[in-house]
C-alpha cells in the first residue's frame, strides 16, 4: 500500500482490524458519508458521482442486511427497514431528489445513534 494517501491506509486498517459490531459502526459511518457526497454531487449536477455514491450507500446497506442475525427478533424489523431505504435510494437515484437522500440520510443517522449507544453498553467505557 501506498504511502501516499495514509488516510485510505488508515481507513483499510480500521476495516482488516474492526471487530463485529465496531465494523457495523463503521457501515453506517460509510453509508452516511456517501449519501452526503451524492448530495454534493447533485448541488454540482454531477450525475456521474452522485449515482456512483448512491449505489456505494445501496451496497453498504446490503452488506447490513447479509450481516444480520435474523434469530433475533430485531432483525425482521431491521430487515425491512434497509430494504425501505434501498428502495428510496434507487428512486433518488432515479429521479435525483435530494428530498429522498435526506429522508435516508436521517434514518441512517438516527441508527448510527442507536447502534452507537448500543456499543457502550456492549463494551463500557
Known amino acids: 500500500m501506498s504511502l501516499t494517501h495514509p488516510y485510505q491506509a488508515y ?6 482490524f474492526a471487530k463485529g459490531e465496531e465494523l457495523t459502526l463503521l457501515l453506517y459511518k460509510g453509508a ?12 454540482k449536477k454531477d450525475w456521474s458521482r452522485a449515482n456512483n455514491r448512491i449505489i456505494k450507500t445501496q451496497n453498504i446497506i446490503s452488506e447490513l442486511m447479509v450481516t444480520l442475525n435474523m434469530d433475533m427478533e430485531i ?12 428502495q428510496r435510494l434507487i428512486e433518488a437515484n432515479i429521479k435525483k431528489e435530494m428530498k429522498i437522500l435526506n429522508e435516508v440520510q436521517e434514518m441512517l443517522v438516527e441508527l ?9 453498553v456492549i463494551r463500557p467505557t
Request: aromatic fraction near 10%; proline fraction near 0%.
Open 11 to 16: 481507513e483499510n486498517n480500521q476495516v482488516l
Open 75 to 86: 432483525s425482521n424489523s431491521l430487515i425491512l427497514l434497509y430494504d425501505y431505504m434501498k
Open 32 to 43: 452516511v458519508k456517501f449519501i452526503e457526497q451524492a448530495k454534493l454531487a447533485m448541488e
Open 112 to 120: 448510527l445513534g442507536a447502534w452507537t449507544e448500543a456499543m457502550k
